[in-house]
């Protein structure tokens, strides 16, 4: 798993669409959709592995997303929902 | 609490002529068992539960407070609001690491929790059951403008609405706007303007 | 304590877990559970203020007992329904229970002992009361 940055403030990125019965921090609503990234919050404790183990002390890269309320389910124009999400969670979107 | 059955019996406090729910059973037996096997000691749990009575949002609104009326405390809290709360003098280091949003004229803040129901508990005290609840937790990333309606906090249309959901281990708190013609009042006066709602994002801070 | 969500994943939901609540109104809606929003606050019962503090105990950093992220998981085992149903410190002592288990510092007998025994007395003190 890499541990470096991998997305750039300003870029967009879309959530994997995987459905797993593991224990993981990225809400349904949001697989699938398209956001950007505001913020790059540095590595942290990496919580799919640490659910399972208190050996597991791996990190992962961690980004703050920004969704349009219009893109997730054609909400309003004036809407906005941030959320922390690991960088394996994402994928570059071509713009 | 007297009751017709009460006849003087030493009884726990919990228990009355009703049977123990599932939930008390539950709890009685996990914590005497735990206990028991020495991973924690009553003592431990009185001191938490002390601790848990001591937090409040009212520690939450003097720090809102103390930035409406220091620019400079406000720069370093919104940067690096652990930071800004240890230089007040509080030892926050064993806390989850926090995010404060500032609301502005054009943008209001909200915060959630969708995955389970996280909260700066040591900035704002206990969660309030509403923030717990299943039609919250679903509600509020998707009709924002109608919940807030709902708790009597009318936006209008061009105001953007960004809702924080914090699914991650960063806990969210809101900096709400200084009602104006509050500027002027001493910090106490001000920091009694803050409510926990308003530190949510479901509410702000009203002239009284 | 065995991983089997797979089977908590019902069809009807897609793939969603039971906790995962972002959005999913008609999914509240269907299991008849009222979306407005209640801001009437009750006192915790006694039971609930030591069951947070034990969770706030068991998960606090360095302890190294049930960390938040094992809490969580346990705290995600659950049906939609039974998810909806229990209230929040109900879930959070089942899954306590669940993750102590798994992790040995109880047997799953020895909490069975336990809970048959605060059951007994529970009932004991009941027959006194209403002797």
């Given at each position: 798993m890499t541990e470096v940055q991998e997305f750039q403030i300003g870029q967009m990125v879309n959530v994997k669409s995987v459905c797993t019965n593991?224990?993981?921090?990225?809400p349904f609503y949001l697989k699938g959709k398209i956001g950007k990234v505001t913020e790059y919050l540095g590595l942290v404790e990496n919580p799919e592995s640490a659910a399972y183990s208190k050996y597991n002390l791996d990190v992962y890269p961690l980004y703050r997303v920004c969704f349009k309320q219009t893109s997730l389910w054609g909400g309003e124009q004036n809407g906005e929902i941030y959320a922390d999400l690991a960088g394996k969670w994402l994928f570059e979107v071509e713009v | 609490m007297p009751t017709e059955h009460s006849h003087g019996h030493p009884t726990?406090?919990?228990?009355?002529?009703h049977a123990l729910s599932e939930g008390q059973i539950l709890e009685m037996a996990l914590r005497e068992l735990l206990i028991e096997k020495g991973v924690v000691t009553q003592p431990e749990l009185n001191e938490q539960m002390n601790r848990t009575a001591s937090q409040s949002a009212s520690f939450g609104a003097s720090v809102i407070a103390r930035a409406w009326k220091d620019e400079e405390f406000k720069r370093i809290l919104l940067n690096n609001p652990k930071a800004a709360i240890t230089d007040l003098?509080?030892?926050?280091?064993?806390m989850p690491d926090l995010v404060i949003v500032e609301n502005k004229s054009q943008i209001h803040n909200v915060v959630v929790c969708t995955l389970c129901s996280c909260y700066p508990r040591y900035m704002l005290g206990p969660p309030p059951e509403w923030y717990r609840s299943a039609a919250y937790r679903a509600r509020i990333v998707r009709d924002p403008r109608e919940v807030l309606l709902e708790f009597g906090l009318k936006l209008p249309p061009d105001i953007k609405i960004r809702v924080y959901d914090s699914t991650a281990d960063l806990r969210y708190m809101v900096m709400p706007l200084c009602p104006?013609?509050?500027?002027?009042?001493?910090i106490d006066k001000l920091a009694a303007l803050v409510t926990r709602d308003s530190m949510i994002g479901v509410g702000t801070p009203r002239l009284l | 304590m065995r991983d089997d969500r797979k089977s908590m994943i019902e069809p009807q939901s897609g793939g969603r877990l039971a906790h995962d609540l972002g959005g999913f109104l008609e999914h509240l809606l269907c299991h008849g559970i009222d979306v407005s929003i209640s801001k009437e606050e009750t006192l915790k019962q006694p039971y609930e203020e030591r069951t947070d503090a034990l969770l706030l105990l068991l998960s606090a950093?360095?302890?190294?007992?049930?960390n938040v992220h094992a809490m969580r998981r346990a705290s995600e085992q659950f049906n939609h329904e039974d998810y909806l149903k229990l209230s929040y410190y109900d879930r959070w002592l089942r899954a306590m229970v669940a993750l102590c288990i798994e992790e040995g510092i109880f047997s799953e007998e020895e909490w069975l002992v336990k809970r048959q025994q605060v059951k007994r007395q529970s009932e004991a003190i009941q027959r006194r009361k209403s002797d």
């Open positions: 593991k224990h993981h921090r990225v | 726990d406090p919990d228990i009355d002529a003098g509080y030892d926050v280091s064993q104006q013609g509050a500027e002027s009042m001493p | 950093a360095g302890r190294g007992l049930l």
